[in-house]
């Protein structure tokens, strides 16, 4: 039996895997970076970045606020004014917890997985709400590729604290690029504003040991799979069905690998069934198949919003294995 | 290429520095302010098509309601008395338990650029604060409910059913949203069902002249 990491690599090499991939099984993923990502349901957090999320009782997750007190770049020629990237806490006392993580994974078996959110995208439009950051790419567009270089030159700077502290075999790196039928830019315009960005940030972590990028975007962005593989993604996390994902196989395979094609909103809501998993589990690995593919809810991380599905996908998963391997 | 023409063109494009001028231009020429502005309504009506068809993305449908934003600035002191809304007022909300906006700001503008007044109750929208909406606001013909979230799908059809049983009347329930599907409208209830920001205008006008 192969163990988690030679059976993804056997998996996105089209080589002999001896199983599914089982959704994140093969990362280990450190969270218990000195940065505050999340603040608890109920409550509100402002980041290093100055901008504050909410996260009102009984909803699904946080959001960015940016009513006119809030909003942190309210101008986007002025954006060096408004935007100061956070100095990250490099002592080994904020890091240790993450260090002995990463220490105590068996890297034969799994990836010491770094994770990086939000992205180079999702950072435009954190600061200054997703309608301003998408008009001054028209309007503004030379701001914008400076903003863009600024927040990629930051995401540098935190790229070199987590190699030099993790020694990452594998990041994991949260940026949405689209809704669930479309992407939010054209693929013209993210190969302009985006693309660049990634390429640097991605060949470099690739340049200080890092083997596998999974990139988690879990929308449509079919339009913009060649430029994930320009910029050196391994795996598309996230893939939602909308993006008919076996067609997306049948083209891509061997250039890069699609996690996902059960949508969580399909399967993790209040009133969820083990059978209403285990059906889209078998139609999403009966049609896209044992290559280039690894079946997973499209959430972000390895869990649930409602307690119990994910380890129902993963045992549908396994049962899916025994049928097809 | 007439001045109206042009706006209309200019419109599509999202050129909103270049649009005031042309009407202008266009008014100087002889146009109409009405005739101007029902140029530009169409003009959104193409751009709502494009969007719904994947030609054009979120940014240009911004740009292109800004412009024709930008124009109907000038039109307006040559609009009082006439109404710009004579398609009536749109409620628009996202629904309780649900904090997504960006596509009912889309909407919101498409539907506003088609013709409506709209008045946007923001996000995590009640039932209650939508009827009372309703009762508040001047002759309301749509109510346009959206939601992203699989699990926000009951507080949509408890929408949906309280705005039906109030008592109130004259006006139409749309429902949009990623999880929502027309079967789903049919449901519970909705009067209509659009897939996206451009035939959520569509539908909008077709429900009010039906």
Same mark, same amino acid.
């Given at each position: ?325 | ?35 101007? @502005? ?39 002191? @040559? ?41 946007? @109750? ?40 309280? @705005? ?47």
């Amino acid at each position: 039996m192969l163990t988690k990491k030679q059976n993804l690599m056997e998996t996105i090499k089209g080589g002999n895997p001896d199983r599914f991939v089982n959704q994140y099984e093969f990362m280990d993923i450190i969270l218990e970076v000195p940065v505050q990502l999340m603040c608890p349901p109920g409550s509100e957090f402002k980041n290093s970045w100055g901008i504050t999320f909410r996260w009102p009782e009984g909803q699904l997750g946080q959001f960015p606020v940016h009513d006119d007190e809030h909003k942190v770049l309210k101008d986007i020629t002025e954006w060096r004014k408004y935007v100061k990237a956070p100095v990250i806490d490099n002592s080994d006392e904020a890091w240790a917890a993450a260090v002995a993580h990463a220490n105590s994974i068996d890297r034969n078996e799994q990836f010491v997985t770094a994770f990086v959110a939000p992205g180079v995208f999702e950072m435009c439009h954190h600061l200054m709400s997703m309608e301003d950051a998408l008009m001054a790419l028209y309007e503004e567009p030379e701001a914008m590729h400076e903003l863009i270089d600024y927040l990629t030159e930051a995401e540098l700077n935190y790229a070199k604290i987590l190699i030099d502290r993790l020694h990452p075999d594998a990041l994991f790196h949260h940026d949405d690029w689209g809704s669930q039928k479309s992407s939010f830019i054209s693929p013209a315009m993210f190969e302009e504003f985006y693309l660049p960005a990634y390429k640097k940030i991605y060949a470099f972590y690739k340049a200080n040991g890092v083997e596998l990028i999974v990139h988690h975007s879990d929308s449509y962005a079919a339009n913009l799979v060649p430029y994930m593989i320009e910029m050196g993604i391994d795996i598309w996390q996230g893939v939602m069905t909308t993006n008919n994902t076996p067609e997306l196989i049948k083209k891509y395979g061997g250039q890069i690998s699609f996690m996902g094609d059960i949508d969580s909103g399909v399967v993790d809501f209040p009133e969820w069934t083990p059978e209403i998993v285990a059906k889209e589990v078998e139609r999403a690995c009966k049609n896209c198949g044992k290559l280039y593919f690894i079946p997973n809810l499209t959430q972000g991380l390895n869990f649930s919003s409602f307690p119990g599905v994910y380890d129902s996908a993963t045992e549908a998963i396994d049962r899916m294995s025994k049928e097809m391997f | 290429m007439t001045k109206i023409t042009e706006v209309k063109a200019k419109v599509e494009a999202g050129k909103a520095k270049l649009v005031p001028g042309l009407v202008q231009e266009a008014l100087d020429e002889g146009s109409a302010a009405g005739d101007i @502005l029902q140029a530009m309504i169409d003009s959104m009506g193409v751009v709502g098509e494009k969007f719904s068809a994947g030609e054009v993305f979120v940014p240009e449908m911004l740009m292109a309601a800004k412009a024709m934003s930008k124009g109907v600035d000038v039109l307006k002191p @040559l609009l009082t008395g006439t109404s710009t809304s004579s398609l009536g007022t749109c409620v628009i909300g996202t629904v309780q338990g649900d904090l997504h906006d960006i596509g009912k700001n889309l909407v919101a503008m498409m539907i506003e650029s088609a013709g409506f007044k709209v008045v946007d @109750l923001g996000v995590d929208v009640s039932a209650e604060k939508f009827v009372n909406a309703v009762k508040e606001q001047e002759n309301v013909t749509i109510v346009a409910c959206s939601g992203l979230l699989t699990t926000t799908l009951p507080a949509m059809k408890e929408t949906v059913q309280t @705005l039906k049983t109030s008592g109130l009347t004259g006006f139409k329930v749309i429902v949009g949203g990623a999880p929502v599907s027309q079967e789903m409208a049919d449901e519970i209830g909705a009067d209509g069902f659009a897939p996206d920001a451009g035939s959520a205008a569509v539908k909008a006008k077709e429900l009010v002249s039906a």
